[in-house]
């Protein structure tokens, strides 16, 4: 599953975050096994993958459960966000819209919340 935040706005974060965290529990608790969930942060969803974004936290406990948090580094360029501001364990792409592209074309399934 990929979601994709293209917005600052914590309460879009918070959402997008309960979502990947009641998929991989819900598919575990149905006992699918592993699950691949992702989130694509691009434009201003970017600002909230800094290391003192209001959301930090919470996006440091849903890549310690296993979900994949991307940061589109062409964002981050437009906002000036260096990796020495970003998040530990994030992956960074070039273009967040490639990536998102590109995973759909491997048969995810893309959810904007």
């Known amino acids: 599953m990929l979601l994709q935040v293209s917005d600052a706005d914590p309460k879009s974060w918070n959402a997008t975050l309960n ?3 009641l998929m991989r529990r819900n598919y575990a608790q149905r006992g699918v096994g592993k699950v691949e969930i992702e989130i694509v942060a691009i434009g201003g969803g ?6 003192d974004a209001v ?3 919470r996006v440091r406990d849903v890549i310690g459960e296993g979900t994949d948090v991307v940061a589109c580094e062409v964002s981050m360029r437009a906002f000036k966000l260096p990796r020495s501001q970003m998040l ?7 273009a967040g819209a490639i990536e998102m592209v590109e995973r759909q074309r491997q048969g995810w399934s893309l959810l904007r919340p």
């Open 19 to 21: 979502i990947a965290q």
């Open 46 to 51: 970017i600002q909230m993958l800094r290391d």
């Open 55 to 57: 959301v930090a936290n």
């Open 88 to 94: 530990d364990r994030l992956r960074f792409v070039e």
